[in-house]
């Protein structure tokens, strides 16, 4: 199960406990960071810092010159808790929220762990934004993505509105023209 996730370890995740440190500097010691579903992450006189994706090193760069008015010393940041990582999976599923990442995951997989619901509307599933059809493919997903399952029941009550009112239109003219004379 670690050897799933090791390749993730050098980056920044939603959900990390990071421990930052100045060197020498008793008030900005073990300051304790989790990086919010967002990515910005607050640090004590710096602000918010979107830190997703950063790797350690990086991260210590950023914050070292973001410090430097304060405290022209090194940083030192490492990770206290290493969040696994997950794919977003919302709307119309059994149990929405955040699955575990798997590596080669795909959407079919993802859907899998979530619960498909038969009003799940498979044809118009949204990556990021993207829409794509699972009745024609089966996209890799990768750690972060956001899978958006909307409802076919919104669809199939528009099908059956359009048939109602072109039936209604029907009615009407039928009983204008034959009837109503």
């Known amino acids: ?17 990071l421990s930052i440190s100045v060197y020498g500097r008793e008030e900005y010691a073990d300051v ?64 929405p929220g955040s699955v575990r990442y798997i590596k080669g995951m795909r959407l079919a997989d993802a859907l899998s762990q979530a619960g498909i619901k038969p009003t799940s509307d498979v044809s118009n599933i949204k990556i990021n934004g ?20 909307p409802s076919k029941w919104w669809k199939g009550f528009m099908d059956g509105f359009g048939l109602l009112l072109n039936t209604a239109t029907f009615g009407i003219l039928f009983y204008t023209t034959f009837i109503k004379k």
């Open 1 to 17: 199960m670690i050897g799933i996730w090791l390749s993730y370890i050098d980056t920044v995740g939603v959900g990390d406990v």
């Open 32 to 95: 304790k960071v989790i990086v919010p579903p967002s990515c910005n992450a607050y640090f004590p006189l710096v602000g918010r810092l979107k830190v997703c994706g950063l790797t350690l090193d990086k991260l210590s760069d950023t914050l070292q010159k973001l410090l430097k008015p304060y405290y022209d010393l090194p940083v030192i940041v490492f990770f206290q808790e290493i969040a696994p990582p997950t794919v977003v999976v919302l709307g119309e599923v059994v149990n």
């Open 130 to 149: 993207k829409s794509v059809d699972l009745t024609r493919e089966n996209p890799m997903l990768y750690p972060g993505d956001r899978v958006e399952v």
